[in-house]
């Protein structure tokens, strides 16, 4: 589990947190089952006559993410294993705080191999409830190690 919270100094109100150090969640090294940098906080922009023309992701000043995970030996031999997972996680702002009810939830299966180059994952995860711009699955894809 990882939990984040960061204070900000920034913006009209002088407590947000700066957009590169804000959170977002979703990816192989997050919320599996959601594309990257997905989760958090979404802001509208709207044409000058109302009409919404997209919505970004902004992060988020707070995260929680919880990832479970069962990994399998297949050919311990080869460096190559099996692993199924469920995650859940998100972002929020400070103003909001934490609010468990907006988890997200994901699970999924992948392989990961100890290769000549570097560690290889790739993942394919399934998210709970995806909304209607979200993918029902999503395949994840990392070479070498985390940052």
Do not use: C, H
């Amino acid at each position: 589990a990882r939990l984040g919270i960061g204070v900000g100094d920034s913006g009209e109100s002088g407590e947000e947190l700066p957009l590169f150090e804000r959170y977002f969640p979703g990816g192989i090294s997050t919320v599996r089952g959601f594309e990257s940098r997905s989760l958090g906080p979404k802001e509208e922009f709207r044409q000058d006559d109302g009409v919404s023309v997209l919505r970004e992701t902004v992060g988020g000043s707070q995260q929680l993410v919880v990832n479970n995970e069962i990994i399998v030996p297949l050919f311990p031999e080869a460096g190559l294993k099996g692993v199924v997972f469920f995650d859940a996680g998100n972002a929020f702002t400070a103003a909001d705080g934490i609010d468990l009810g907006e988890l997200r939830y994901a699970v999924g299966w992948g392989i990961r191999w100890l290769s000549p180059m570097g560690p290889l994952r790739i993942e394919v995860g399934y998210p709970f409830d995806p909304e209607d711009d979200e993918s029902s699955s999503v395949v994840l894809f990392s070479l070498g190690s985390p940052f």
